[in-house]
């Protein structure tokens, strides 16, 4: 009797640890399909690009930038790259979706 309870017991909190991941995961995807559905592209200007050196020898770069908004409000972010991007736009530009 005592080991049924037990397996239930962990039957429950994978059960829920399984829920919480998913629930994660779709609150992520639901932030990538918002941009999918209503994003652009927009003129960036680069205020910054920095290597890395992550876990397990890997590199990448985190970009800083800024752009003004339709409404013509200043937004600033930054986002992480691989290490062999590059920008491709002149004069510290480039495109960045909005």
Known sequence: MEEE???AKIWMQTSL???VLFGVMSFKSCEEMKFKMSG???DANFQGIQQYKGRRGSRYR???YSFLSPEG???AGSSRVPSEWRPTG???TGR???
């Open 5 to 7: 309870v037990e397996k």
């Open 17 to 19: 640890i399984i829920l």
């Open 40 to 42: 652009q592209q927009v």
């Open 62 to 64: 985190e970009v800083k």
């Open 73 to 75: 409000e200043r937004i």
């Open 90 to 92: 002149t004069n510290n």
């Open 96 to 98: 960045s979706p909005f």
